[in-house]
C-alpha cells in the first residue's frame, strides 16, 4: 500500500470522524452524495476504461514508439501536444491513453507534454464552457499567454531528468 493511498484513508477516517460528531446529519448527507456519485460516475468510468482498452489495442506500438519516443524530438513533443488539444475526452481516458502510451516507448517529456497540453487546450471544454461562459477575447488572451508551456514543460522535464542523472 502507497503512502498516497494510506493519506487518503487517513483523511477519509478523519472526516468520517468529524462528520460523526458533529451530530447534525452531515454523516447522512455525505454518505447519501458518495452514493449518488458513485451511481453517476461508475457507468461512465467503466465506459471510458473499456474505450481505452479499445483504442490500447488499435494503436500500434511501433508508431507510437517512433512518433513519441526518446529519439523524437522537439517533433515528437510538438506531436504530443497537439493529440493533447485534439483529445475529447476526460481525465479517466487521457490518463489511460497516457499510460498506454508509455507502454508502447513514449518519452517522458511527450508523456509530460500530452498531458500538459491536454489540461491547457483540450478543444471540447473550450468550445462547452469556456467560449461560452468566459468569452473570445478572454479564450484568445489566455490562449496566447498559456501557447509555450506545455513544449517547456517538456524542455524542463528533460533538463530535470539530466540534472538527476548526474547525481
Do not use: N
Request: aromatic share 10%; proline share 4%.
Amino acid at each position: 500500500m502507497g503512502l498516497t493511498l494510506i493519506g487518503f484513508y487517513g483523511l477519509f477516517c478523519i472526516l468520517l470522524g468529524y462528520t460523526y460528531f458533529r451530530r447534525d446529519g452531515s454523516l447522512k448527507k455525505g454518505i447519501h452524495r458518495a452514493i449518488e456519485q458513485i451511481v453517476k460516475l461508475l457507468p461512465r468510468m467503466l465506459c471510458a476504461l473499456v474505450a481505452a482498452g479499445f483504442i490500447a489495442q488499435l494503436l500500434p506500438t511501433e508508431l507510437i514508439a517512433s512518433y513519441l519516443g526518446a529519439e523524437s524530438g522537439v517533433t515528437g513533443m510538438l506531436i504530443a501536444m497537439l493529440t493533447g488539444m485534439i483529445i475529447p475526452a476526460g481525465p479517466v481516458v487521457v490518463f489511460t491513453l497516457a499510460a498506454i502510451f508509455a507502454h508502447a516507448g513514449a518519452s517522458v517529456q511527450a508523456l509530460i507534454v500530452f498531458i500538459t497540453s491536454w489540461s491547457m487546450f483540450a478543444g471540447h471544454r473550450i468550445i462547452i464552457f469556456e467560449l461560452p461562459l468566459l468569452g473570445r477575447s478572454f479564450l484568445k488572451l489566455r490562449l496566447v499567454s498559456v501557447a509555450v508551456l506545455p513544449l517547456l514543460a517538456g524542455v524542463f522535464a528533460i533538463a530535470v531528468q539530466l540534472l538527476v542523472a548526474r547525481f
